[in-house]
């Protein structure tokens, strides 16, 4: 670690490394800064900022201002050098409540003085290149149904740290895809599929509408395609060269097979992306998996997290790209549904479950993701909506795109889940995955 600035004391870096979020990194830099009210805890590593408003109380002990309503009123309300808020009108926080906490965010349910159910993210990262407040804000003001309604949001130093929306009640849709998986039933999933799938292609139709810089639709160049397909030979060097290395000896011979795998895929992968040119890339949603979505207790379909995908090197999360990935992307996370199902029903190790999957969970998966994608589709053809088709003959290369990305983040991140993609990986090279096929042979015909 390199040496600590004085202003931060000895009790706020003990608070501060004991926290979930703290960053994972062998030399940080931490500083601390005067705000209303307390101080800016801001730690540099690793290519990141971590950040967190906090107080010190009389014990000595560290409060985190985002978890006090007054605070939050007092910044909601009105900038100030460091905070600048869009929200205004006299609504005030009465109550918070944590309802998820993670290495990036944090999100409380949130009660006003009218009664009204909000949803306050929190991040816990500083990043100039997150937009979901713009993202949210536009789907907001065109009216687009299945997000939460964006209400206000506010910036620390420009960059994005707090974005309020009403409050969805309701489960992802992972929890209803890991119980059919664990069952071996599509019951649950053939329900709530094809409304995901509607939902998607609703989205994708309204965010070709966009005509702002950061959304607005182009043409995709060779540069682009040259530049997605050198994506995935970075992410193999990287598991070859840096990523085995982060992770137990054992694990290592995976890592080295996957890469290799990778690499393999790359010279089919190139017919694929060469058809892309000319197509069209936009702002999607960029990391679209199964705990983004929200079922409602009325059985509405909600997608939310538009912040895009942590960890992306070495691609850019303001990178526009097409509609295919989006779908590539829920095509990759039935498959950890997969695995996590076939955990609560066998009680083996995700490494067991995930290097020897059975034929009938490969089955499931091709099922679970045919109904949403179908359903996709259907919506398009219905609505004459050619633009959105012929982006989905790339999917295939984005199926292969996405679980090269996991691979990546699950191993910075530390998650434990590394042994998922880097297994499908395999699965795929080696043409024996059930999902995989699908999607092959659906691009093909696109």
Same mark, same amino acid.
């Given at each position: ?34 705000? *209303? ?249 960029? *990391? ?159």
């Amino acid at each position: 670690m390199s040496n600590l600035a004085t202003e931060c004391s000895s009790s706020i870096l003990k608070w501060y490394t004991s926290r979930p979020w703290a960053l994972s990194c062998d030399s940080v830099a931490y500083y601390c800064e005067p705000i *209303d009210g307390g101080l800016t805890l801001i730690v540099e590593g690793c290519g990141e900022k971590a950040f967190a408003p906090i107080s010190i109380l009389p014990d000595g002990s560290v409060l985190e201002l985002d978890s006090s309503a007054t605070w939050l009123n007092s910044i909601l309300s009105s900038s100030t050098a460091a905070f600048q808020s869009s929200c205004s009108g006299p609504r005030k926080i009465r109550e918070l409540k944590i309802v998820s906490s993670g290495l990036r965010s944090i999100s409380y349910e949130a009660v006003d003085e009218g009664g009204e159910r909000l949803l306050i993210k929190a991040l816990r990262r500083l990043e100039n290149d997150n937009i979901e407040h713009l993202v949210l804000r536009y789907l907001t003001f065109v009216n687009y149904k299945r997000v939460p309604k964006f209400i206000c949001n506010l910036t620390y130093k420009s960059s994005p740290y707090i974005i309020i929306t009403n409050f969805v009640d309701g489960f992802p849709a992972a929890t209803a895809y890991v119980n059919d998986a664990s069952n071996r039933s599509t019951a649950n999933v053939n329900s709530i599929g094809p409304k995901i799938g509607l939902a998607i292609s609703e989205l994708h139709n309204v965010m070709m509408t966009c005509s702002e810089s950061w959304c607005r639709p182009e043409p995709i160049t060779d540069a682009d395609i040259k530049r997605w397909l050198e994506r995935i030979s970075w992410r193999s060097s990287w598991l070859r060269d840096k990523g085995s290395h982060m992770l137990p000896y054992s694990d290592r011979p995976l890592v080295y097979e996957a890469a290799d795998s990778l690499e393999e895929l790359v010279s089919f992968l190139e017919p694929l992306a060469e058809k892309l040119l000319g197509r069209t890339k936009l702002r999607i949603h960029g *990391d679209l998996h199964l705990y983004q979505i929200v079922e409602s207790q009325k059985g509405d379909i909600y997608i939310t997290d538009f912040e895009g995908e942590p960890y992306k090197m070495p691609a850019s999360k303001l990178e526009k790209e097409p509609i295919a990935r989006d779908l590539a992307a829920l095509a990759r996370s039935i498959d950890y549904a997969a695995m996590m199902g076939e955990q609560l029903r066998t009680g083996a190790s995700l490494l067991q479950v995930s290097s020897w999957p059975p034929e009938e969970l490969l089955r499931w998966e091709k099922e679970a993701f045919k109904s949403l994608l179908e359903s996709y589709v259907r919506n398009a053809e219905s609505k004459g909506l050619s633009n959105l088709l012929d982006g989905l003959s790339s999917l295939f290369f984005w199926l292969i795109e996405r679980a090269s990305y996991e691979s990546v983040y699950e191993i910075v991140a530390r998650t434990g889940y590394h042994y998922v993609p880097l297994n499908a990986i395999i699965r795929y090279k080696e043409d024996f995955d059930e999902l995989a096929k699908y999607v092959k042979e659906f691009s093909s015909q696109q």
